[in-house]
């Protein structure tokens, strides 16, 4: 089992910032994958930006230039640094981590935060 602490989220103005934290624990594999999905009321779960074990990045056209994702020196944190947030990045944030397990694909979410973006 993996476990996903996460942290960060609130409530902004429009053009303002903020920073997402996950922490995995439990059976972390070296090779994975870390990251952020988000799921805004009505809509279905979608990609905000995820990093490999190798440091290969994933994100969504929407938060290109504005979003950065990072991993620590140890690989069990990821953090998600949010700039020049817009109304339209009003979501549940929700914490991915992703590995191979006896050739099962097995994935593990955090409880997901909430981010708000006032106008």
């Known amino acids: 089992q993996v476990q996903l602490v996460e942290s960060g989220g609130g409530l902004v103005q429009a053009g303002g910032s903020l920073r997402l934290s996950c922490t995995a624990s439990?059976?972390?594999?070296?090779?994975?994958?870390m990251g952020w999905f988000r799921q805004a009321p009505g809509n279905q779960r979608e990609l905000v930006e995820t990093v490999t074990s190798g440091e290969s990045v994933n994100y969504a056209d929407s938060v290109k230039g504005r979003f950065t994702i990072s991993r620590d020196t140890a690989g069990n944190t990821v953090d998600l640094q949010m700039n020049s947030l817009k109304p339209e990045d009003t979501a549940v944030y929700y914490c991915?981590?992703?590995?191979?397990?006896?050739?099962?694909?097995?994935?593990?979410w955090g409880q997901g935060t909430q981010v708000t973006v006032s106008s």
């Open positions: 991915l981590f992703r590995k191979q397990y006896n050739s099962r694909d097995l994935a593990y």
């Open positions: 439990g059976f972390i594999s070296a090779i994975n994958v």
